[in-house]
Antibody, heavy 121, light 111 residues
């Protein structure tokens, strides 16, 4: 069965960076685009970026340009999301999610369990 | 402000029908991009309820249905049950932002 297992919670100081992992299993890793979505406490969902695990090509939301780096290691089926210059409003649960469907408006059929990142001095 | 607009809350009694709207613009829903709906319970990851405007994944009851027209989409829930109390989000793509967009979410309360 498809599983996306994320790394554990993180506490970071403002200005620091955080790197979260998402290990995929149960399907052919390079066959599906992968996404990162975040949710601040009590708030809605926010799309951060997309990565093509086949070639590593990425597209980031304009809101995170210059701060966000998404990578993958195909040999282990693992994705990474690196967010730098953290601010207090980056405090959120971060999810990896698998894309399905054709075209630009993919939906997310499987989600990781989420990783809470707390940014506090 | 979310690119897609949803009512913050809706409510209904058990057995009733409720609808949740998702209003976009010509750069997203109105441009023909598919709309998807997610259900989220507190402390858990969202789960896809409706994809590609009207399709239900296996396991999702047929009490849930989706529609799309013009620059808007809707999620309808019939035969409301207490277990439907959750947050619901719509999602699509926006070509002016060149990225995926979500609605702000709607909290469904079952009275």
């Amino acid at each position: 069965q498809v599983q996306l297992v994320q790394s554990g919670a993180e506490v970071k100081k403002p200005g620091a960076s955080v790197k979260i992992s998402c290990k995929a299993s149960g399907y052919t890793f390079i066959s599906y685009f992968m996404y990162w979505v975040r949710q601040a406490p009590g708030q809605g969902l926010e799309w951060m970026g997309i990565i093509n695990p086949s070639d590593g090509d990425t597209t980031y939301s304009q809101r995170f340009q210059g701060r966000l780096t998404m990578t993958r290691v195909t040999s282990t089926g693992t994705l990474y999301m690196d967010l730098s210059s953290l601010r207090s409003d980056d405090t959120a649960v971060y999810y990896c999610a698998r894309g399905r469907g054709s075209g630009s408006a993919q939906s997310f059929d499987y989600w990781g369990q989420g990783t809470l990142v707390t940014v506090s001095s | 402000q979310s690119v897609l607009t949803q009512p913050p809350s809706v409510s209904g009694a058990p057995g009733q029908r409720v609808t949740i709207s998702c209003t976009g613009s010509r750069s997203n829903i109105g441009a023909g991009y598919d709309v998807h709906w997610y259900q989220q319970f507190p402390g858990t990851a969202p789960k896809v309820l409706i994809y590609d405007n009207t399709d239900r994944p296996s396991g999702v009851p047929d009490r849930f249905s989706g529609s799309k027209s013009g620059t808007s989409a809707s999620l309808a829930i019939t035969g409301l049950q207490a277990e439907d109390e959750a947050d619901y989000y719509c999602q699509s793509y926006d070509n002016s932002l060149s990225g995926l967009v979500f609605g702000g979410g709607t909290k469904l309360t079952v009275l």
